[in-house]
């Protein structure tokens, strides 16, 4: 039986050894800023098993210099600062410690993410929000700082505490003549619409004359206890959530990408109210100093608006259109069993519609348009959902209901329950 160690290298003339499976490591020599590094391989390519092959342009050969028995790979990282490429060495080999101060963090995490080291990048990141000196940044500069390495969250952050000031302004987000310390002017132009956004919803919306009687969280609707003031409602406008539907775009750009804004809910935001108390709601809309301006998602004809919502009918929640009648009043008219339906005291949910959050999308057959989220509008008494739709009948504009089970949309007009193969889906944008 031949005991013999089967012989992979060769060392020194005719001597042969078998390499550890662990324990043998390739070696690497960086040159930065005329610094040689001699490492093992090993952590750059625990970290991004593609490493080296992404520097291959900066890779040169270089004969045994008398301390190695093989050559050995080098590579000029010429463009690399020294101090960044040692605090990105103190995390991938700590000897007695790994990174500690704000500055060798930095340049671990600069080095990580322009070398997709995704393991070390997150420590980084992880380390820099403890760091003290990340804290004392203004928002600015936490945000210049997200910019640049691609970290969502603190963007986020940042964003956030800006559209939440009440001294905004452009010099706060513009604080000097280098544009390096300064916020883009599309960035800045966002912050304020941001801002605008959360504006739009009062802190006390105590005032309002009405309830949120429509909330994603309740599978069934009920009059009385049910309902809960809108000031309440879990789906109410914060600074977060109107930072992270204006700047959706960016953030899903980003390395880690910032979650995305769910719609606030998935029917929207809606007031509960009944006719009357809509009139007195649009006539405040329509005051010097509104509360709350109301937009109408279509018309019925010159100075006709309508509006759309949701009214609860047995077990069912449809969708309905709040248009004008006798003058100044208002009453609701929605469809269910081939029937049209009017009400005039019935308490019923009216969606706010916003242009900027919400369009108007072609559709046909019941079904939703590809890549796109309608806004629920109601649900039939089994449970298939409803969406509001939008149909043309002798030339108007006029609201009603759609779902994949009807199979087309569903549209009440002078008393007739009219069916549309071509028409439109409010989905959000």
């Not at 020194?12 to 050894?17: K, L």
């Not at 800023?33 to 390519?45: C, M, V």
């Not at 190695?68 to 991938?92: A, M, P, R």
């Not at 206890?225 to 980003?254: G, I, M, S």
Request: glycine share 8%; aromatic share 10%; proline share 6%.
């Amino acid at each position: 039986m031949d005991t013999k160690p089967k012989a992979s290298s060769s060392l020194d003339g005719g001597y042969t050894e078998e390499r550890h499976a662990l324990y043998y490591w390739d070696l690497v020599v960086f040159r930065v800023e005329k610094t040689a590094f001699r490492i093992p391989t090993y952590g750059f390519l625990s970290s991004n098993k593609n490493f080296f092959e992404n520097l291959q342009s900066s890779r040169s050969k270089v004969e045994n210099d008398g301390q190695e028995y093989e050559q050995v790979d080098v590579y000029e990282l010429e463009s690399v600062n020294k101090n960044h490429f040692e605090g990105l060495l103190l995390v991938l080999y700590p000897r007695g410690r790994t990174a500690e101060t704000y500055e060798e963090w930095i340049g671990a995490l600069h080095l990580a993410t322009l070398w997709d080291l995704h393991d070390i990048r997150t420590k980084a990141i992880e380390a820099l929000e403890r760091s003290s000196s990340l804290k004392s940044k203004n928002p600015v500069e936490v945000a210049l700082l997200a910019k640049k390495y691609g970290v969502g969250s603190w963007l986020c952050n940042a964003y956030t505490n800006l559209v939440q000031r009440t001294d905004l302004s452009i010099n706060l987000l513009r604080p000097s003549t280098n544009e390096e310390d300064c916020l883009d002017w599309i960035t800045v132009s966002h912050i304020f619409e941001a801002q605008s956004l959360l504006k739009t919803w009062p802190d006390d919306l105590t005032a309002l004359p009405t309830q949120c009687g429509f909330c994603a969280n309740r599978r069934s609707l009920q009059e009385g206890p049910n309902y809960h003031p809108t000031y309440t409602c879990p789906f109410h406008l914060d600074a977060t959530t109107c930072v992270k539907k204006t700047f959706h775009e960016e953030f899903v750009l980003l390395d880690d990408n910032v979650p995305g804004p769910l719609p606030l809910a998935p029917s929207g935001i809606r007031l509960a109210m009944t006719s009357k108390e809509f009139s007195l709601f649009k006539r405040l809309g329509e005051s010097k100093k509104p509360l709350l301006k109301l937009k109408s998602p279509c018309d019925e004809g010159p100075g006709r608006y309508v509006y759309i919502g949701s009214i609860l009918k047995g077990r069912a929640v449809l969708p309905c259109k709040i248009i004008p009648w006798l003058g100044s009043g208002y009453r609701v008219i929605t469809t269910l069993h081939g029937k049209e339906y009017f009400y005039e005291e019935r308490r019923f949910d009216l969606l706010l519609y916003s242009p900027d959050q919400m369009e108007w999308v072609a559709a046909s057959h019941g079904r939703v348009p590809a890549g796109r989220i309608p806004i629920e509008g109601g649900h039939e008494e089994n449970g298939d959902k409803l969406y509001h739709a939008l149909g043309v009948v002798d030339g108007i504009s006029v609201p009603g209901k759609t779902g994949p089970h009807l199979g087309c949309a569903s549209i009440p007009f002078k008393g007739e329950k009219l069916f549309h193969d071509n028409y439109s889906i409010l989905c959000w944008r």
